[in-house]
């Protein structure tokens, strides 16, 4: 069983940002964040070449992942308040050539770090 852990959670205000991290405690393939009622942010392939954003994030968010420190990053630019959410890490066990966009195609799932951005 892999354990996830994120970090990086705070107040913000609007256009500002910040970096959410999630350690993995064992070897994961496509990984993915997630927010509120598990809606899809953005997503990753286990080798960093692939990467999907949802059309409200994109251009504003990054994802990334450093697989020697089994990490993974989003970064979080000119953030909005309705970026506020409760934000989740997720990671897949099985090796695939892509990374979903839905939540059901993750196996594992951290505890989550609460973003939230005043007006």
């Known amino acids: 069983q892999v354990q996830l852990v994120e970090s990086g959670g705070g107040l913000v205000q609007a256009g500002g940002s910040l970096r959410l991290s999630c350690a993995a405690s064992?070897?994961?393939?496509?990984m993915g964040w997630f927010r509120k009622d598990r809606e899809f942010v953005a997503a990753i392939t286990w080798s960093?070449?692939?990467?999907y954003y949802a059309d409200s994030v994109k251009d504003r968010f990054t994802i990334s992942r450093d697989n020697a420190k089994a990490t993974m990053y989003l970064q979080m630019n000119s953030l909005r308040p309705e970026d506020t959410a409760t934000y989740y890490c997720a990671a897949a066990r099985a090796l695939s050539g892509s990374a979903s966009r839905t939540s059901s195609a993750y196996d594992y799932w951290g505890q989550g770090t609460q973003v939230a951005v005043s007006s």
């Open positions: 064992g070897v994961t393939y496509a």
């Open positions: 960093g070449g692939n990467k």
